[in-house]
């Protein structure tokens, strides 16, 4: 029996599974943000003149409103769209004829917008035509099988007007609090070189998103240069070019390359790349990872279907790895190793001192810092007992990992190295209220544990924590009461020790 060919079909409930997507807001956001450049850059000339001539700029005004299941607005006073390019940007996968800019594969607006909200409407004027068109997307309409869109127009527009107005409704979820500030700087970061060259004003709520290079100052070497160099190379005949640079004051957040296509950034800044190969394992938190910092442009590279990163094919993203890693050496080992001409050896050098200094400032003006300060409640001292007694007891029976006694004051130290403990246990525990000895537990599956590098980094956590318990154990003897500042002294006797044994081996 002759069998029919089987063909593979999509269905209209697809539409259903965009908001599935790995989005987020500010990419999704991105996506319609992409169409009204684009629709600028391929008109400039008609559009340059028609924004000349009444007065006005390039303006892309978003409006967000979570009230009433949701509002979100993008509107723009680009080329506009006639009615057969309407019904060209409404098919599914239609890529548009120049898909070297930024509008690339004819998914962007429809996965989206659905993936925002399930209704959402577009209205448009071109430049030079009299009909102003509105159709509406109804998800759940489409996807029950109706894909007969809304459609009406408006004649006897004048012909100067130009614009295109989308607006999306029934929203899938709601943007509050950190992620309005994290859509309006993923923003204006990815649209940097728009901003940079006054070429588009994007609008958040009617205020305009900026964009300043100074907030990422270079170093300056003594012969009063900065670091900051450009750089080009290929792989496999695709060209790559950038620059690289190294920040006199800066973060975690600052630094790391900001990958751009199309002058657009796909991944940047505040969530920049960290190539292995340059800034270790997962950006391990040193002075390369807070101060190297970069743009790196793979025009030639394709970007993914959210255009939130690179397509990497094969082994490209090593050699491309592999290469910048080659160009930035010498800016590498600046970060690692500068020093001032009157900086003695021995120490942090001054950089690493505003490394610090800069990363813990922004740690302490963090609005998760002022929730730990403002929400946090303090526990009452028996149920502190009650939570770390379990913890003491533990270690009873196990072999300290270090261990050290005072005949002099019959006093012996104990430190032992939790293993096994849960990432919410405290970071340290100390048992001070015994005569003879005082036990310091340090949880390695805290967090911070994780941050630590190299030995000097380990041995100066040990150091605090030790120095810590044995200080409280001291002021436990010498004291009725344990005073803070007391606790403070004493441990300050301790941390000069070391030097102290150095200078007299």
Excluded at 39 to 59: I, K, M, P
Excluded at 198 to 227: H, K, R
Excluded at 273 to 297: C, H, S
Aim: with cysteine; charged share 25%.
């Amino acid at each position: 029996m002759a069998m029919s060919p089987i063909q593979l079909q999509l269905g209209l409930e697809v539409i259903q599974s965009y908001r599935r997507l790995s989005y987020t807001a500010w990419h999704a956001i991105a996506e319609l943000v992409d169409n009204s450049t684009q629709s600028y850059f391929d008109n400039r000339v008609e559009l340059d003149g028609a924004l000349s001539a009444s007065q006005e700029e390039l303006t892309i005004g978003i409006v967000y409103d979570p009230s009433d299941g949701g509002l979100l607005r993008v509107s723009d006073n680009a080329m506009g769209m006639s009615y057969d390019e309407l019904v060209n940007a409404l098919r599914v996968g239609f890529a548009p004829e120049n898909t070297s800019g930024r509008s690339k594969y004819g998914m962007g607006m429809k996965t989206a917008s659905c993936w925002i909200g399930n209704k959402w409407t577009v209205r448009t004027k071109k430049l030079g035509e009299v009909v102003e068109h509105n159709i509406t997307v109804d998800v759940n309409k489409i996807a029950s099988g109706d894909n007969d869109l809304k459609h009406f127009s408006e004649e006897g527009k004048r012909k100067t007007d130009h614009y295109t107005v989308i607006e999306i409704k029934e929203h899938n979820q709601v943007f509050r609090g950190r992620t309005i500030g994290k859509i309006k700087d993923f923003l204006r970061s990815i649209y940097r070189q728009d901003l940079r060259k006054n070429s588009v004003v994007i609008q958040w709520q009617g205020n305009a998103l900026e964009w300043s290079d100074n907030d990422f100052p270079f170093l300056e070497a003594q012969d009063g240069t900065t670091y900051k160099k450009d750089f080009q190379f290929t792989v496999y005949d695709k060209k790559v070019k950038g620059w690289v640079g190294v920040l006199s004051r800066g973060t975690r957040s600052k630094a790391g390359f900001s990958i751009l296509n199309a002058d657009r950034v796909v991944r940047g800044w505040p969530e920049s790349w960290r190539p292995e190969r340059i800034y270790g394992f997962q950006g391990r938190n040193d002075l390369i990872n807070q101060r190297l910092v970069g743009e790196i442009y793979l025009d030639d590279f394709e970007v993914s279907h959210t255009k939130d990163d690179i397509l990497w094919y094969g082994d490209e993203q090593e050699e491309v790895e592999k290469q910048l890693e080659q160009k930035c050496a010498d800016y590498v080992d600046v970060a690692r190793r500068y020093r001032k001409k009157d900086e003695a050896e021995g120490g942090p050098t001054e950089l690493e001192v505003q490394a610090a200094i800069d990363e813990l400032q922004e740690e302490l003006s963090s609005p998760e810092f002022g929730d730990l300060i403002s929400l946090e409640e303090v526990p009452p001292p028996q149920a502190v007992s009650s939570a770390l007694q379990p913890l003491i007891q533990t270690v009873n029976s196990s072999e300290p990992a270090f261990r050290a006694k005072l005949q002099a004051v019959q006093f012996e130290i104990l430190g032992f190295l939790l293993n096994d403990s849960s990432p919410n246990d405290p970071y340290v525990v100390v048992e001070a209220t015994k005569e003879t000895r005082v036990l310091i537990i340090v949880n390695t599956q805290h967090p911070h544990w994780g941050q630590l590098t190299g030995i000097e980094g380990v041995l100066n956590y040990l150091r605090h924590c030790t120095y810590d318990g044995i200080a409280e154990w001291q002021a436990r003897r010498k004291l009725a009461s344990l005073d803070p500042d007391t606790i403070k002294i004493l441990k300050d006797r301790m941390l000069r020790l070391p030097l102290e044994i150095q200078t007299l081996a």
